[in-house]
Structures are given as structure tokens and as C-alpha cells.
């Protein structure tokens, strides 16, 4: 058997081992609880309901469904580690280039179906077209999350330490945009050292880092929404993914278990 066929029968159990964890379950109990907080919050609004309700429940469920995401790939990873059911698995003459591409793959399934359950629940209050647009962005920011903790978890070990740093990746990621704003900011003098360090740091970060405020707006999903731009989060996605899968893989095959 060749490694790509391994690596989607890694990718179907952990499928199924989301399945048996009862994670569909959980996103669909925080994606319900979410619609009850939209409700409640919607409720308080004097004016512009329905932009109230949209963007509350567009903007809670990303950020409730990446760290759901990032805890259940941090502790999955971890557990079969810990267990030692990786080293059995690899002693099945399986790479480990194909073990844990199929883990990613299974992973990124997971995430797909994370983003599609949060699309079908914003298509019930907007035009489905603009919210089938966000949640295929959804799904490759979920997919960027996901290559950021796995390996993270293939290099760290320490679930503390993972979910620290794939969550500070992410959150400096999103904010990374207004940090080089900020970092040109006219209220700095431009000829102090703390300035220039300031704005080369965050013009640095600029460069190694996806711009994920570009990534699933709210302002798709309303009336008057933009130009709705797929094509950088897709290119962004395509290539991080490929460098932490690459990186992740070297990883793997460098450490001992």
C-alpha cells in the first residue's frame, strides 16, 4: 500500500474519532447556545436588529469554533502520544510523513464540518450566497488553525504550551493589521530608536505572518456587503498550510517517541 492511501485511512479514523468524542455534538451545542446569546443580545438592541444579530452570531461562532478546534487537535494529538498509540501505529510499517498527513487531513475534515454547521445557521437569517462565501473562508481559517496546532503538538508536547501558542499565533494573526498601523502611528516620532524597532517588528510580523483580518468578514453577510474576496484567503491558506505541514513532517521525522 502506497502512503497516500494510508494516509486517508489515517484521515477516516480521526474522523471517526471526533465522531465517537461526540465533538459533532459539541459544535452543535455551542452553535445553539451562541443562537440564544444572538437572541438575548438582539433583544437589547434599540436599532438595526437584524445587523445586530448577524454580525453577534457571525463573530462569536468564529471565534467559539477555532477554539473548540484548537483544544480538540491539542488533546487528541497529545493523548495518542501519551499513550503510546502512535508508536504502535507507526510500527505498522506506516511513514511518518504519511501519519501525519493523514492526521492533518483528518483534522482539516473536522474543521470543514465545523465551518459548514456554522454556514448552515447564518443561511437561516441571510442570502445563503454570502453565507456560503463566509463559511468557505471559516473553513480555511479553521484549516490554518488546525496546521498551527498540530504542529505546534508535534513539537511541544505540553498541552498548555500548544494551545498558548497556536491561540496567540492566531489572535496576533488577526490583529496584525492594526499593530502595523499603530506601529506608523503619527503620534510616534519617527526619528526615536523605539519607533523604528516598533514599526520593523511589526512590518516583520507583517511579512511571516497571513493577514487573517482579511479573512471571514461580518461585512459579507450585510445588505450592503463589499466585494467579497476569496482569493487571498485561499492563496494565504494553501501556502502556510503547505510550510507547517512541511515543518511539521520534519518534526516528526527528527524527534524520538
Same mark, same amino acid.
Given at each position: 500500500?502506497?502512503?497516500?492511501?494510508?494516509?486517508?485511512?489515517?484521515?477516516?479514523?480521526?474522523?471517526?474519532?471526533?465522531?465517537?468524542?461526540? +465533538?459533532?455534538? *459539541? #459544535?452543535?451545542?455551542?452553535?445553539? @447556545?451562541?443562537?440564544? &446569546?444572538?437572541?438575548?443580545?438582539? %433583544? $437589547? =438592541? !434599540?436599532?438595526?436588529?437584524?445587523?445586530?444579530?448577524?454580525?453577534?452570531?457571525?463573530?462569536?461562532?468564529?471565534?467559539?469554533?477555532?477554539?473548540?478546534?484548537?483544544?480538540?487537535?491539542?488533546?487528541?494529538?497529545?493523548?495518542?502520544?501519551?499513550?503510546?498509540?502512535?508508536?504502535?501505529?507507526?510500527?505498522?510499517?506506516?511513514?511518518?510523513?504519511?501519519?501525519? +498527513?493523514?492526521? *492533518? #487531513?483528518?483534522?482539516?475534515?473536522? @474543521?470543514?464540518?465545523? &465551518?459548514?454547521?456554522?454556514?448552515? %445557521? $447564518? =443561511? !437561516?437569517?441571510?442570502?445563503?450566497?454570502?453565507?456560503?462565501?463566509?463559511?468557505?473562508?471559516?473553513?480555511?481559517?479553521?484549516?490554518?488553525?488546525?496546521?498551527?496546532?498540530?504542529?505546534?503538538?508535534?513539537?511541544?508536547?505540553?498541552?498548555?504550551?500548544?494551545?498558548?501558542?497556536?491561540?496567540?499565533?492566531?489572535?496576533?494573526?488577526?490583529?496584525?493589521?492594526?499593530?502595523?498601523?499603530?506601529?506608523?502611528?503619527?503620534?510616534?516620532?519617527?526619528?526615536?530608536?523605539?519607533?523604528?524597532?516598533?514599526?520593523?517588528?511589526?512590518?516583520?510580523?507583517?511579512?511571516?505572518?497571513?493577514?487573517?483580518?482579511?479573512?471571514?468578514?461580518?461585512?459579507?453577510?450585510?445588505?450592503?456587503?463589499?466585494?467579497?474576496?476569496?482569493?487571498?484567503?485561499?492563496?494565504?491558506?494553501?501556502?502556510?498550510?503547505?510550510?507547517?505541514?512541511?515543518?511539521?513532517?520534519?518534526?516528526?521525522?527528527?524527534?524520538?517517541?
Amino acid at each position: 500500500m502506497t502512503s497516500l492511501p494510508r494516509a486517508l485511512c489515517i484521515a477516516a479514523y480521526t474522523v471517526l474519532e471526533a465522531r465517537r468524542a461526540r +465533538l459533532l455534538w *459539541l #459544535l452543535v451545542g455551542v452553535l445553539a @447556545g451562541l443562537a440564544v &446569546a444572538t437572541g438575548f443580545v438582539s %433583544a $437589547l =438592541a !434599540l436599532t438595526e436588529t437584524a445587523r445586530v444579530r448577524i454580525g453577534f452570531f457571525a463573530s462569536a461562532s468564529r471565534v467559539a469554533l477555532v477554539l473548540v478546534l484548537c483544544l480538540h487537535v491539542t488533546f487528541s494529538a497529545l493523548r495518542e502520544h501519551n499513550d503510546r498509540s502512535m508508536e504502535l501505529t507507526l510500527a505498522l510499517a506506516l511513514p511518518r510523513g504519511a501519519y501525519y +498527513l493523514g492526521k *492533518l #487531513l483528518g483534522y482539516c475534515a473536522v @474543521g470543514v464540518t465545523a &465551518a459548514a454547521l456554522a454556514t448552515v %445557521a $447564518l =443561511a !437561516l437569517s441571510t442570502a445563503p450566497g454570502t453565507a456560503l462565501a463566509w463559511g468557505c473562508s471559516l473553513a480555511l481559517e479553521l484549516i490554518l488553525v488546525v496546521c498551527v496546532t498540530m504542529f505546534a503538538a508535534t513539537a511541544l508536547r505540553q498541552a498548555a504550551s500548544v494551545v498558548c501558542l497556536s491561540l496567540g499565533f492566531y489572535l496576533l494573526a488577526r490583529s496584525i493589521a492594526a499593530v502595523q498601523l499603530m506601529s506608523h502611528s503619527q503620534l510616534l516620532d519617527p526619528a526615536a530608536w523605539s519607533a523604528r524597532l516598533s514599526s520593523g517588528t511589526a512590518e516583520l510580523l507583517a511579512l511571516l505572518l497571513p493577514d487573517l483580518s482579511r479573512f471571514t468578514l461580518t461585512d459579507w453577510l450585510l445588505p450592503e456587503a463589499p466585494t467579497i474576496d476569496l482569493l487571498y484567503p485561499a492563496m494565504q491558506t494553501a501556502i502556510y498550510a503547505a510550510l507547517l505541514a512541511v515543518a511539521g513532517i520534519l518534526e516528526l521525522q527528527r524527534t524520538s517517541l
